[in-house]
């Protein structure tokens, strides 16, 4: 009969710890990222060879009562909401970002980062580093600091495409920029012209922004195609020292259009000295600097972890995760199809079904009030075995 009570107890403890996991779920119902525990119990048996109760028949080497079953993650994904924010990062599938701490990896489903002194990213209010792969597709922590300037590159090639009418006589092509060697921007002219009477040759003459002529070139045509000799034309600057090689190789053309030319500069080599103006994630899940000059550069693939057994994952706070287990574990780039895609200006909200919460809720109240009765019951069944007495 005692026996009956300590049965009624592990009633009591097990709803007690399911009530706290419910209401833990509860209160994070608007933590970013949040994963809900799933809470369920399970019987106890116990035998005397496996130490349990020493019994005396089967019927009372039965039941010892409840506990709650060992924790479990649900790790379904929960909404992913917008931001203003380049660095707020969500995975839309299975993957989790990496997080370096010194020797310690730490994972999240998502996060608002930012650049710290030292030119990390870091995830906000902690020092933990976000990571990309690096060649040997091992995590590492990534910097910005030596990719702070974007270096001038000289204009060494102009690119044109589209068609330089046979019937028109002139034709120009303002405002190029090019760049020399440091950086300093200069704006050249293009000049088509013809005879009236020679529709195969035309002479190419370039000018700055100041009319200084840089030179003169003839180029011409077989047919509708640019002849071979003059595909590429060379102009030499002797005031800034640069040398720059006109292509007329790819998609030039010259047929009748009347006086209208389409003929365009479609690529234009060298840009000025760039600072930084953002710091974001790409559509291939990279690290991309955007500077001022209009370039960008990639830092990395962000370090995706992807795990066998995520119930071997250890959840800490700021739905942060640590990883126990044995099994495999591997980190893969963020455009593997396998652990998901990165949304950039975007986070990951908590999966708490409020509905389900309080479901549980209330089985659980039920549940405690249940054991309350059967330590209720066995506690009138004892004082009842207490006031017999002997008759004489």
Do not use: C
């Amino acid at each position: 009969m005692f026996g009956s009570i300590y049965i009624g107890l592990s009633g009591l403890s097990a709803y007690s710890k399911g009530l706290q996991a419910v209401s833990n779920n509860v209160s994070n119902m608007n933590t970013l990222g949040y994963k809900a525990s799933d809470v369920t119990f399970a019987d106890v048996f116990g035998r005397q060879s496996q130490g349990g109760l020493d019994y005396s028949n089967a019927f009372e080497n039965g039941g010892h009562g409840v506990t709650i079953s060992e924790r479990s993650i649900n790790f379904k994904q929960g909404e992913i909401r917008q931001t203003d924010r380049d660095l707020d990062l969500a995975i839309d599938g299975n993957g989790f970002l990496t997080l370096i701490d010194g020797d310690t990896n730490f994972y999240t489903r998502t996060g608002s980062f930012e650049i710290d002194d030292d030119g990390y990213i870091i995830l906000q209010g902690t020092e933990y580093r976000l990571a990309v792969l690096d060649s040997s597709g091992r995590p590492t922590a990534v910097n910005i600091d030596t990719s702070r300037t974007d270096p001038p590159v000289v204009t060494d090639r102009i690119t044109f495409a589209d068609n330089l009418s046979r019937t028109a006589t002139t034709h120009t092509i303002p405002d190029i920029k090019v760049y020399d060697a440091r950086g300093n921007e200069s704006r050249w002219t293009v000049n088509f012209s013809r005879a009236e009477t020679v529709f195969d040759k035309w002479t190419v003459k370039v000018t700055d922004s100041t009319g200084r002529e840089i030179g003169s070139k003839e180029l011409k045509f077989v047919a509708e195609n640019v002849a071979d000799d003059t595909k590429e034309l060379l102009f030499e600057d002797s005031t800034t020292g640069m040398s720059v090689t006109f292509d007329f190789s790819k998609n030039v053309k010259s047929f009748s259009t009347g006086t209208v030319s389409s003929l365009s500069a479609a690529d234009v080599a060298g840009h000025a000295t760039g600072s930084i103006a953002t710091v974001k994630v790409n559509e291939k899940g990279e690290v991309e600097i955007g500077y001022t000059n209009q370039e960008k550069k990639q830092l990395g693939s962000i370090a995706i972890a992807d795990f066998r057994d995520p119930q071997a994952l250890e959840q800490r706070s700021r739905s942060l995760f640590v990883y126990t287990g044995l099994g495999q574990r591997q980190y893969l780039p963020a455009e593997d199809t396998r652990v998901g895609t990165i949304k950039g200006g975007r986070l990951e909200a908590s999966n708490v079904d409020l509905g389900a919460q309080f479901g549980d809720l209330i089985l659980i109240q039920r549940g405690f009030q249940a054991s309350s009765q059967i330590i209720s019951v066995t506690n009138d069944m004892i004082q009842q075995l207490f006031g017999i007495r002997g008759q004489g």
